[in-house]
């Protein structure tokens, strides 16, 4: 039995293959363009990003991992409750550090909107119980504070 290598793959006089026209162009897959700019863990977190749909090259939504991507590029990756827009300056050849990967692309994510200021008029106090989303129940203080500024002081 023998055993192919790359080099034999490709026989005498053939056209070589589509990917190695995609390398000189500095093509490369978005799945390992998304693994190599550090934006997911892995590859295959990278291609279920791509399959789901959730990732669009110049403004085109992708469906296939293999889609290619080239310097210049803008990639929009919408994933973890974030869009990123990013613009592909060249293709990655390892997943090395976080500075490696920056000098990939460029990024074009516009900044988030500025927390809005409460009112001055807003009743004092209404520091004290702005709560994150997601945080858990309120306290018993908490809720005393609510109940203060709903009008329902039920202290009798």
């Known amino acids: 039995m ?8 490709i026989a005498a006089g053939d056209e070589p293959d589509a990917r190695v026209d995609a390398a000189a162009d500095g093509a490369q897959r978005i799945d390992k363009w998304l693994w190599y700019v550090r934006l997911v863990k892995s ?5 279920g990003l791509v399959e789901a749909g959730k990732v669009r090259v110049n403004r085109a939504r992708v469906v296939k991992p293999s889609a290619a991507v080239a310097p210049g590029d803008v990639v929009t990756v919408a994933a973890d409750a974030k869009v990123r827009v990013l613009k592909v300056l060249a293709p990655g050849t390892r997943r090395g550090p976080a500075s490696e990967a920056q000098a990939l692309y460029e990024d074009l994510t516009p900044a988030p909107p500025k927390a809005t ?17 997601g945080s858990g129940r309120p306290t018993k203080r908490d809720r005393r504070h609510l109940d203060r500024l709903r009008g329902r002081d039920d202290e009798a």
Do not use: L, W
């Open 2 to 9: 023998t055993r192919r290598t790359a080099t034999s793959d």
């Open 43 to 47: 590859r295959t977190q990278a291609a």
């Open 117 to 133: 200021e409460p009112a001055p008029d807003s009743p004092a106090g209404t520091d004290a119980i702005r709560r994150d989303a």
